[in-house]
């Protein structure tokens, strides 16, 4: 079946430096990326996304990279602060041929910002 | 401000009373969905919808029940609710349209079911 995960539960970073969150997806024909960022006692927050077709995209302080070939997805946030301290989320979006929309998350990364 | 409201926020309740959960969103999103989060599980959708009057199961409908009678509602129905139906769960909307399908998520509903 199809499947989206994330490579580690926790990470730990130091703030300051660069974080990067890995995920994995095992259906080729996902569309369309999400990352999502969930603090506690919120629901989730989109951060940035990337489309199959691409195969980088930049935000402020954060580049997602969709490496299509090994099935891989990284999200890098440029110097960490604490308020990145979160769960984050990938997504993997599939448009069907009649219409239909599923979007499947991973289980997620817990970052912890060491101050 | 465009947002997904849930209510409530938390609720306790015991094994077999009708609950409903529920849900709107003023951004006039055709698709919405809920999606129930439990640890080391990330979020497993329930149900959704494309459009009023239009639902269908995601991967763990069982117990659940939701309708979509207008466009910015999507309440989530629990008929008798069991323990095992104790977890966080999250409305969400999006335009579900190619090139526009951000998730908009509301802030959560905490269940614990005794």
């Known amino acids: 079946g199809e499947s989206v995960g994330l490579h580690l539960p926790t990470l730990s970073v130091q703030e300051g430096d660069n974080s990067i969150i890995n995920c994995a997806y095992s259906?080729?024909?996902?569309?369309?990326f999400i990352w999502y960022k969930q603090e506690s006692g919120k629901g989730p927050q989109f951060i940035i996304d990337?489309?199959?077709?691409?195969d980088k995209r930049q935000g402020q302080r954060v580049t997602v990279l969709l490496n299509k070939t090994v099935k891989h997805l990284s999200l890098q946030i440029a110097a960490t602060q604490p308020g990145d301290s979160a769960v984050y989320f990938c997504?993997?979006?599939?448009?069907?041929?009649?219409?239909?929309?599923?979007?499947?998350f991973g289980s997620g990364t817990r970052l912890l910002v060491r101050p | 401000e465009a947002q997904v409201t849930q209510n409530p926020r938390y609720l306790i309740t015991v094994t077999g009373k009708k609950l409903t959960v529920t849900c709107s969103q003023n951004?006039?999103?055709?698709?919405m969905s809920w999606y129930r989060q439990d640890p080391g599980l990330g979020l497993r959708q329930i149900y959704y919808?494309?459009?009023?009057?239009?639902?269908d199961k995601g991967d763990v409908p069982e117990g659940y029940k939701v309708s979509r009678k207008e466009k910015r509602n999507f309440p989530l129905i629990l008929e008798s609710p069991s323990p095992n139906q104790t977890s966080l769960y999250f409305c969400?909307?999006?335009?579900?349209?190619?090139?526009?399908?951000?998730?908009?998520f509301g802030s959560g509903t905490q269940l614990s079911v005794l």
């Open positions: 997504a993997g979006l599939r448009w069907g041929m009649d219409s239909s929309y599923k979007l499947i």
């Open positions: 919808s494309m459009n009023v009057e239009v639902t």
């Open positions: 969400a909307s999006s335009l579900a349209r190619r090139r526009d399908e951000k998730l908009f």
């Open positions: 951004m006039n999103h055709e698709y």
């Open positions: 259906n080729s024909a996902s569309d369309y």
């Open positions: 990337i489309r199959s077709n691409m």
